[in-house]
């Protein structure tokens, strides 16, 4: 039987954070925000910072998330009504699992 492989993401380790660094430097209540604005199937506005921090970090470069959160800061509640369309990518696409 062949040896499997485990495939690396898509998004080199340079070009996005880490969930430590995430948590370090943003709010709960941001990220939380942040999921509400764009949630999908793994998180949304309930999720806790943590997961929050793992999904972002996971989907997202650092470019992404800067954007979202300077979004998600700049608003008011609800957050769940802010609209991310700035943050996206210059293909359209906000995360590999919208």
């Keep these: 039987m062949s040896a499997y492989r485990i495939f690396p993401s ?3 380790e340079t070009e ?4 430590k660094e995430l948590l370090n430097s943003t709010a709960a209540h941001i990220l939380q925000g942040a999921a509400a604005a764009h949630t999908t199937s793994k998180v949304n506005g309930q999720s806790s ?3 929050i921090a793992d999904f972002l970090s996971g989907n997202h470069t650092k470019s992404e ?3 979202i ?6 608003s008011d509640p609800p957050r769940s009504e802010v ?10 696409n906000l995360s590999q699992y919208s």
């Design 49 to 51: 910072a943590l997961e």
């Design 16 to 19: 996005r954070y880490t969930r």
């Design 83 to 92: 609209d991310l369309s700035p943050a996206l990518n210059a293909d359209g």
């Design 69 to 74: 959160i300077d979004l998600i800061e700049d």
């Design 10 to 12: 898509l998004i080199p």
């Design 65 to 67: 998330v800067d954007g």
